[in-house]
């Protein structure tokens, strides 16, 4: 399970050079990439964390993964506070990063079981973990190949074998359908849907997308998340419930886009 109550970050962005009076520089800026987001993902369960392209998704799950501190705010994995415990919750969890980042000189058999080591885990139980998830996600044949020169959808499967590695009750992924063709955003699916099944483990699932189909094709709940801000959640027909949709697209841009606007307009006037 995870939780995230009221997550706050921002980046000091250092200033360009003034054009006009050389050797001045403005003073430094500040983004607020997440102001206050707010997440309950439980087991055995796909939580959807929608917003589109600069919500915050990836500046959240960042801070989710311990790779950078949030200003304000608590994340728990089950149970576990992330920033008083950061090394028992992060072997909780499994992350898949928006960059994949692979050894490209390391076989993919190599990339996970590396991972492993890292996770604590001896050399044989990483081999054989690397072996049953390789054939879990129908990548037996790449296993022994450079990841070098993989496709977009190979790469994600190596990352992903790699994130699952040390069996995490808990797996973040972030936009793990981009760059993905329609067989390998299937077969991607189908892994999500088989973690989260009883026989899979029963795992806690949180993934991150702009693309409003995924939600409805997989997820249990949803996050709606707009200039940082976690701004709805519930299932996708509550949703359409209490924005008084039909169509998912439609709710989705009432709640990410009109409903901030008048949340903004309020706050300024
Ligand atoms: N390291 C950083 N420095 C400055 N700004 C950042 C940094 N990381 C993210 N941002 C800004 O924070 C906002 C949210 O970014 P991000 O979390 O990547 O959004 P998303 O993943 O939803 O597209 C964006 O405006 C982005 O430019
Ligand atoms: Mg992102």
Redesign the pocket.
Known sequence: MIRIEHLARS???PPAPSKAIPFRRAPAAW????RDVNLLAPNGQITG?L????????????MLAGL?KPDTGRMTVDDVDVAREPLVALSRLGVLS?SRGLYPRLTARENIVYYGALQGMTRDAAQSRAESLARMLDMSALLDRRTDGFSQGERMKTALARALVHDPANIVL??PTNGLDVIATRALRESLRLLRSPEGGAKCIVF?T?IMQEVERLCDSVVV?AH?CSVASGTVAELLERTGKTDFEEAFVQLAFVQTELAERGALA
């Open positions: 980046f000091k962005v983004v607020q990439a997440v964390l917003g589109p392209n600069g919500a915050g998704k990836t500046t959240t799950l960042r950078i928006d972030d936009e991150s702009h998340v940082g």
